[in-house]
Every structure is written in structure tokens, then in C-alpha cells.
């Protein structure tokens, strides 16, 4: 692989010593085998770079320097989320990297016109625009690199990449298992019959084998995990620290597009498993540590009323919080739609390092209705952004907040598109027809529906001749849209 000869985007050279290390009992293993949960006590991991305060060395400033030279670096392996390659993986080399296109996605203002009507400084950074449509590709990107670091270091000929997923995370991992191909064979493991072909073609489409299992979910999910505990699997759904690393890159991103200035930002994420706001306030703390930002942001998770057990947690006063599992009921935000997110553990432990820093309030969470997200993400996307449900969710939680006096206009709120609008376009078209099942609680708003009309009749069209139809045609176009003439 090619190497820029310009040494601020040459390939790094500092390596680091990476561990697992459970957040439920502390213990440590090292990262020459597959870990996704504790064998002690069944705890989740985070990776640790046990060298991390060499990086301290050298100065913000440099840092800062390093990280704009790179994204301008034509170096495919600095060229995505591994431009912040000291801070997510620094035990990879260069070959093992792989770059789908992921990351370094537009973070866009919204237009004047709904910042008015929000009486609120917003703006979307659209993570639908990568390679597979959602964030997940963040942490694939990272995942599978580790991946490939492993099959090069101990020759393994055969690996199965697996996941149990019926949505973004099978669609991101079977696209980046048919990248890397070779030894890497991909299979998903789905529920039968609960899916929809929208989410089966993306793994059908990356060439995975698509396996299904009776039942729900959970079922899938169990059939996995005895795969892992027993077989040379690698496991990719979010039990996986190397995808929250990887998706600590979206924090990096956050920061560098406002200049590392992070005074008065507000960012805002949706919450389903909890690896993503994980990652995201794991990666402002690394920034922080380095004194790459000299603030943190405040992070505002936001839930659904049907699928909100951390914004529970966090509702509750801070001595008489206990987490407690919730059964969900229908969501629009589909992705988010869990009631008991693996990555709890990780977020108690970030949230308490955030607040230690941050102070009270930098990170929070908000509920908002089912109503709200659909309105909010049809409201957006009436304004040039291309927001999914959970994009719209986080619209949701920026106005809530400031209902609730958290937020001021002065500030910039940042939200996540977690995915494209076309991912869950399902869920417009119930909104734009009238035909939500009750369970979801939504009653679309008349004046937001939006319906192609014909705008002739098939036997007018028939009946005429070409040139005459034409002019009917342009004639009721006319009187449809009210068109002054030339
Ligand atoms: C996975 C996913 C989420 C939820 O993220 P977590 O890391 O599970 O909290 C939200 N939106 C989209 C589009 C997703 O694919
Ligand atoms: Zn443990």
C-alpha cells in the first residue's frame, strides 16, 4: 500500500498495548484471541490502550496538526475513520486496514428556515451516508480490520463472520465480509418470517449466507453465542469492543469539523443498545484527555417512550437509580427498539467519567413520543435533510430539551441521522397513508402527508392525441400549481 511521503500523512508509527477489560469485575485478557464477554462474570468489554499517556507527548496543538494534515491524506488507510488512528486502534498495521468509504460523513446546518421555526441552532451529520447506509459501518470498518490483523498473525484459512441482526448491523457486517473475502466466510442469522425484504436485501446482496431461525430476535441471538463460545466464530454484533472503538471516530469527526472548539455544542444521539453513545462520549473523553478539546460537548442520549429503559435509569435521582429491563412495545425507531441495551454497563461507566469532567447535566437523556419523532423526521426532511427515524428521534430530543429549559439558542446542536431516510422509508409511507397500527401510537399530521396525484386520467391520455395530451396535461399542471404565465 501506497505511503504519502509528506510525514504528517505517512502511516503512524506509534503502537500501543491493547487489552479487554470487563467492566463487570475488571479482569483483563489479552487481545490475541476473540473476547466478547467475560468467561468470570459475563461482563462487557471495553478496549484499553494500556500506553495511552505516551500519546500526552505530544502537544494538542501537533495533534490538532496531524489530524488536519490527514484529512487531506490521499492514504486510503488515514483517509476514513483510521485518520484518528493513535486514539481507536493502534496495534493495527497499515494492510490491515480496511477503507469502504466509511466515516468523515457532512455534518449539515439546518437551512434558516427550520432553524427559525425550531428557534434553535441545528444541524445533522448524516452517518446514512456511508458505505451501507448507517453508523454501523464505523465500527465494521474497525472490527474487520482487527479481523484481518488476526487472520494475517496466526494463518487461519477459515473464519465465519456472524451476527444476529435483522437490520443495519447484518447489513454493514455481510458488506464488509464480502469486502475482505478470502478467509472470511459471512452469515446472518435472522428470525423467520420477521423480517422485511427490505432487510434481508443487504445481506442477500453482499452474498451472505442468510440462515433463519423460529422465533423472535433473542432466539437468533442465543444460537449465536453458543456459536461463539464454541466455535472460531467472530462474533460482530455489539458485544464487540472493536466496533465501539471504531465508532468513536463519529466523536473525532464531531470536533474537528467546529475547529476542536466544543464550547456550547450539544450533541445529540439516539439510544438503542447503548454502543453508540457509548463510543461517542468514549471518544470526546480520549480528545479531552489529550487536551485535543479543551471542553466536553454535552451528550444528550434520547429514547422513544416504547423503548426508553436508560432514560429510566437516568430519570430516577442519582442514589435511588436502578436499571431495570423494559419491555418495548412498536417503534419508529426501529433501530433503537430495546428494552435491554448490551451496552448499559458501558454507558454508566462513561456517563460517570463525563459528569466527573463535564459536571452535572453534560450528559443526559431525554424521552420523547412515537408522535414527535415521526413529525420531527418528516419535518426535516421537508428541509433538505435526509434523516432516518432515528434521526428524526433526535430532532424529537432537541426540541424537548428545550421545552425542558436545557438547551438555549445560542448553542449548537449537533443530531445524528444514524442511518439513511431510505433505510426506513417504511415507516413515511404509514405516516403519508394513514396506515400506522394502532400499537405505535401515531396520528400523521394532514398538512405533512405527501402523495403523488395523477395528473391525468389514463382514458383522457387515451383518448387524445399525443400533442393534445401534452397540452391537457401541461394545462392541468397548470391549474394545480396556480403557474402565472411567461
Ligand atoms: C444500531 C442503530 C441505532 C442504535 O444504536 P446503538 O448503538 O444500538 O444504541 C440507531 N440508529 C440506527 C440507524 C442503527 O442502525
Ligand atoms: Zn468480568
Redesign the pocket.
Known sequence: MSTSTCPATAFPTYRGHMEYVCLGCGARFNIDELHYTCPTCNGVFLLTDTTFDQLKKTSAAEWRAIFDARAASKNPALRGIFRFYELMAPVLEEDDILYLGEGNTPIVDSPPALRADLGLKTAYKN??QNPSA???DRGMACAFSFLKSLIRSKGWTEVLAICAST???SAAASLYASYVGGAVKSAVILPAGKVTPQQLAQPLGSGAVVLEVPGVFDDCMKVVEHLADNYRVALLN?KNAWRILG?ESYAFEVAQWYDWDMKGKCVF???????????IMGGFLKLHALGVIETLPRVFGVQSHHADPVYRYYAADAGAREFKAVTVTPSV?Q??M?GN???FPRVKHFAEKYEAIGGAGSFQVIQVTEQQIMDSMIEANRHGHIA????GECLAGAKRAKELGLVTPEETLVL?A??HHL??IGFQEMYFENTFPAEFGVTPKPELANRPELVIKPEDKARLAEKDYVVQAAQNVVARLGLAKK
Open positions: 452517518d446514512g448507517s453508523f454501523k437490520g443495519d448491523t455489539s465508532q444521539v439516539p439510544i438503542g443498545n447503548a454502543g453508540n453513545i457509548t463510543a425507531a433501530a433503537a430495546i441495551p448490551v451496552s432516518c427515524t432515528q434521526g445524528d444514524t442511518a433505510k426506513f
